[in-house]
Nanobody, 130 residues
Framework: QVQLVESGGGLVQAGGSLRLSCAAS????????MGWFRQAPGKEREFVAV????????DYADSVKGRFTISRENAKNTVYLQMNSLKPEDTAVYYC???????????????????????WGQGTQATVSS
């Protein structure tokens, strides 16, 4: 069982920045690919970013490319999402998720689909005011 706990959300003005963190339990974190998703009120959960087990490969939704950066520190069992140049449309609950079998998810190209992921955090709210 893997537990994921997000933190770092809050209220920020448009153009500002937030850094989200996701701390994972367990000793095999370094073998998981990790994703960030978000869900705005009345909308479906959508893919934001993914990072491979080693951190050597990443991908982003088009809506956040150039503004968000995903990274990880395997020694700390933590994945981050640095969000810059925030827009009101970035307002959502942000979730981190773990894919324990990257051969099924990350390397097969299915990493933008929520069912690919085995474990989810409870989410952290990020609100961007205009």
């Amino acid at each position: 069982q893997v537990q994921l706990v997000e933190s770092g959300g809050g209220l920020v003005q448009a153009g500002g920045s937030l850094r989200l963190s996701c701390a994972a339990s367990g000793s095999t974190f370094s073998s998981y690919s990790m994703g960030w998703f978000r869900q705005a009120p009345g909308k479906e959960r959508e893919f934001v970013a993914v990072i491979s087990w080693s951190g050597g490969a990443t991908d982003y939704a088009d809506s956040v490319k150039g503004r968000f950066t995903i990274s990880r520190e395997n020694a700390k069992n933590t994945v981050y999402l640095q969000m810059n140049s925030l827009k009101p449309e970035d307002t959502a609950v942000y979730y981190c998720a773990a894919d324990v079998d990257p051969r099924r998810g990350f390397y097969s190209g299915l990493y933008s689909y929520p069912p690919t992921y085995d474990y989810w955090g409870q989410g952290t709210q990020a609100t961007v005011s205009s």
